[in-house]
């Protein structure tokens, strides 16, 4: 009866999936969607999560055509061995420059609000050597925490949104309750960043009950960052203005700074906030960390994916330690971009691919 | 018989016992089968015990024949009462009675059937073949009686031994609920359990355990209720066990939890029937030890830790209340001192600026960085916990006023240490004493230290992470199978119910399904359901 793996349930699902996508950027988003869509930040951050739900959706059905496959084996079966293969590679490197991206803005933010004197080194390290301590206890053990995780990080923000609710005005929020469509979609590359990490799904869904990991599910794991997303943005240009929005860094932790209540044992709570964005920041990193390591170990058709992780820790450290500055880092982080969406549009025509020709591999999966 | 590395394994170690009884294995030369002649018996009896100045060998002979009969126990370990009046008063006299009376001699072909229909007036009654099978009951505290003519022991239950009479519970006090504690003696404890829950499905089952001490174990669980894989799972472990000597549920514990590398208790330790029986009617199996005052209860999730009987005999409103008392309790006691380093060395901006500058101006004459200065005090306050709890209780009050002194005042005004940080350190002891659970307790102060270096490394960035490595150590722990972090991780909404909350007790018509129990209903209707239909 004392099994090694159990399956994981539903709630375990989701919380895997939004965990995943609610991380390092939680705290920037503001500035990012008022940034690049202006005032178009309200409607392509809703449009960003509308898409980026299509694209889930796609990846739960597809993965879900091949039962016991992750989506390195279901390349190989649905595009031949070559292609798919070399797919796969594509998404590995994509995986690894992902966590070293999230890894590296966790440590860059990090220093800059709470560790002002510690070494941005110190700093990955000890958060690479936390993650790699929960990919080595496996699925199960990194799924409990996404559960464990997930409603302190959506209480977190919920307090931020809610307690700040004092400076919101209406007034500086109505630019961009009226957006022009062309900016809004200009922005959206950039806002779809904001959701790194749901492709998580293309991998977890063997290790998911059978029925559990439905679209329902799918999109409940999208929705919940959306919605804090959304109602990140509006607090963050009610309260500060559009304008001002673009200038401030971190908008959610100057939101957390605003907030005052009389009495209480914390004078600046955007401290507090930060911790419980660490939790956030280190759900990201770990799941991600763990497919990267889990994704090469299925390329290369092996089981124990617990030395890969140590092999890749040294390469994602590498990668987020190599850019020198921040224009380097958003350099690497819009070709990184880039290469997500591709993925994306390439799951969605796979999945029509699958749906036309695919009758045969379904069958055998 | 030298035991070599292979015995040692619990495969080998059954076909060893079929062949070579361990008891014995010390004087291998003695032949177990036995004789039927009293005296060859006895000879063999004294082999082993004639050094024992304990050991008593009363010879006598029965009836008009003179047929040679013997007794051998241990004198303490029987109730000479028994041994007086119910066998060999009634071997030695009233047995010529009865020869008078039916006019007829026993002889000695038949001496050993006579006596055991007949002549012993003692309810519990057993036959051994076997020498060993006999050395361990007269160890246990059995009489052995030798009848010559027979191949056979007859095994007569005298048992009365010098034992601590049922009294209150020590460690898990209560103000209400039964008051009674398990004792020494399994009998007594399984006794209580009976008392406690009259269902005949509940089974104790006792094996033994220990190579030289042959420990009476039982387990006990309620057949119907408990998942017969657990069961399994648990007889499998007991099986594994293999030491010399086992003195306390401890040693059990450690041999049967799933992982060594842990400061947290994988199984519930407890002292009350109460607990004992409400848990055996969760559908878990309890385990207890002769010569132990506590019963293990295995599988055991975290929040096990944080219940205490009363939860369940109050209004749930203060069970609810006490319950989320506790766990912030065990928040505060594990993370309040690594804050405050993490505050005062790194954040001090975290604080309102009055107590900032309260803390601040406390602190302008001590020499040490707040971590040395907590870390002192921490240990100070563990050196005096630890002292007081061996101590005989009039020495006891001395080191508390010791401490009280040394603690509040002394230090502060040698400099040593704030003001604030004796508060700190006073609500965090405090803190981790409202743990219901000893052992639960004491790792939750275990794990204070390492937070504290963490926090005066990384600030509150340490004290973060080792959050974040607290619980993934929590999620990946097991206990037979079960997940450590029930109901929180994996969510089982049903047991959340009674977890941080005591929810009235006509919601929890369900036992906790995360223990897999057979029957899962404890009550006989959802009232959900009935409200629904009427």
Not at chain 2, 152 to 157: A, P, R
Request: charged share 20%.
């Amino acid at each position: 009866m004392v099994k090694k793996h159990d399956k994981l349930g539903g709630l375990q699902y989701i919380s895997l999936i939004s965990t995943t996508i609610l991380g390092v950027i939680v705290i920037s988003l503001p500035k990012i969607a008022a940034e690049s869509a202006q005032e178009g930040a309200l409607l392509s951050t809703f449009l960003a999560g509308v898409l980026v739900a299509i694209f889930a959706v796609s990846m739960n059905i597809l993965g879900r055509r091949f039962q016991k496959k992750t989506v390195i084996e279901y390349l190989v079966s649905l595009l031949g061995k070559p292609l798919g293969k070399f797919l796969g590679v594509i998404l590995i490197i994509y995986f690894m420059f992902s966590t070293s991206l999230v890894l590296r803005g966790f440590s860059d933010a990090l220093k800059g609000l709470l560790l002002h004197s510690t070494p941005l080194e110190v700093i990955m390290v000890s958060m690479l050597f936390t993650a790699v301590y929960l990919s080595l206890n496996g699925i199960n053990a990194i799924a409990k925490i996404s559960e464990l995780f997930l409603p302190i990080i959506i209480l977190s923000l919920i307090l931020v949104i809610g307690l700040s609710i004092n400076s919101f005005s209406y007034v500086r929020l109505r630019p961009v309750l009226f957006p022009p469509l062309w900016r809004t979609v200009k922005g959206m590359p950039n806002v779809i960043t904001a959701f790194l990490g749901y492709e998580i799904i293309l991998l977890i869904i063997p290790f998911v009950e059978r029925k559990k990991a439905d679209i329902p599910r799918t999109l409940i794991g999208i929705a919940i960052p959306t919605v804090l997303y959304i109602l990140l943005v509006i607090m963050a240009v009610g309260a500060f203005g559009l304008r001002p929005s673009q200038q401030i860094n971190y908008p959610t932790i100057a939101l957390a700074r605003i907030i005052n209540f009389p009495g209480a044992f914390a004078d600046r709570f955007d401290i507090f906030f930060v911790i419980l964005w660490i939790l956030a920041a280190f759900t990201s990193v770990a799941n991600l960390l763990y497919i990267s390591s889990l994704s090469t170990v299925r390329l290369f058709g092996l089981r124990n994916y617990q030395t890969f992780i140590y092999i890749l820790t040294p390469i994602v450290y590498m990668l987020a330690i190599l850019p020198q500055d921040l224009p380097e880092i958003r350099k690497v982080n819009t070709y990184v971009g880039y290469l997500g969406a591709g993925i994306s549009m390439l799951v969605v025509g796979l999945l029509i691919f699958a749906l036309v020709f695919g009758k045969k591999e379904h069958e055998n999966g | 018989m030298k035991i070599t590395k292979k015995d040692r394994n619990p495969k080998n170690r059954e076909v060893m016992e079929e062949n070579d009884p361990p008891q014995l294995k010390a004087e291998e030369k003695v032949d177990v089968t036995l004789s039927n002649s009293t005296e060859e018996n006895l000879e063999k009896f004294k082999a082993f015990l004639g050094d024992s100045s304990d050991a008593v060998f009363r010879e006598f002979r029965l009836g008009s024949q003179g047929i040679p009969c013997a007794l051998v126990f241990i004198d303490g370990l029987v109730n000479s009462d028994v041994i007086n009046k119910n066998i060999l008063k009634s071997l030695m006299y009233e047995i010529t009675v009865l020869e008078r009376a039916r006019n007829e001699s026993i002889q000695v072909e038949s001496a050993y059937d006579f006596i055991k229909q007949n002549a012993v007036a003692v309810g519990e009654i057993a036959e051994a073949s076997t020498l060993d099978k006999c050395m361990l009951m007269v160890m246990s505290g059995e009489v052995a009686l030798i009848v010559e003519g027979s191949e056979k022991i007859l095994i007569v239950n005298a048992r009365g031994w010098p034992a601590r009479d049922v009294s209150e519970p020590v460690t898990e006090g209560s103000v209400r609920g039964p008051k009674d504690a398990f004792t020494e003696t399994l009998r007594v404890n399984t006794a209580l359990l009976r008392r406690k829950c009259k269902d005949p499905n509940m089974v104790i089952k006792t094996i033994q355990l220990g190579r030289r001490s042959k420990t009476d174990v039982s387990y006990v669980y309620v057949k119907g209720i408990t998942d017969p894989g657990l069961i399994e799972e648990v007889e499998k472990r007991l099986n594994q066990v293999d030491v010399d000597e086992i003195m306390e549920t401890g040693q059990i514990e450690q041999w049967i939890q799933d992982s060594t590398l842990s400061p947290f208790p994988q199984v519930q330790l407890t002292e009350r029937p109460d607990t004992t029986v409400s848990n055996l009617l969760e559908g878990r199996v309890a385990i207890l030890v002769d010569n132990s005052p506590f019963a293990i209860i295995v599988p055991a999730g975290l929040y096990q830790f944080f219940q205490a009987p009363e939860d369940y005999y109050d209004r749930w409103i203060i069970g609810s209340f006490l319950r989320f008392l506790r766990w912030s309790a065990s928040l505060l006691a594990a993370f309040v001192p690594a804050l405050y380093i993490a505050v005062i060395t790194y954040h001090p901006s975290f604080l309102p600026t009055p107590l900032a500058l309260a803390i601040a101006a406390n602190r302008v004459n001590i020499p040490f960085p707040a971590f040395v200065e907590a870390f002192l005090m921490e240990v100070t306050i563990e050196l005096l916990r630890e002292s007081g709890a061996r101590l005989p209780k009039a020495i006891g009050q001395t080191i508390g006023i010791v401490g009280g002194i040394v603690i509040g005042d002394a230090a502060v005004r040698a400099g040593i240490t704030s003001p604030s940080m004796v508060l700190l350190v006073a609500i965090t002891a405090i803190a981790s004493f409202v743990i219901p659970t000893y052992s639960a307790g004491i790792a939750l102060r275990l794990i204070r230290f390492p937070l504290m270096i963490l926090a005066a490394i990384l600030g509150l960035y340490g004290v973060a992470l080792g959050f974040i490595l607290l619980n993934i150590h929590l999620v990946s722990l097991k206990s037979f199978g079960f997940d450590y972090m029930t109901p929180q991780a994996p969510v089982v909404p049903q047991d959340t119910r009674d977890w941080i909350l005591r929810l009235p007790r006509n919601l929890l018509w369900r036992r906790p399904i995360s223990v897999h129990p057979v029957d899962i209903d404890r009550m006989d209707q959802d009232p959900y359901k009935e409200n629904g239909n009427g």
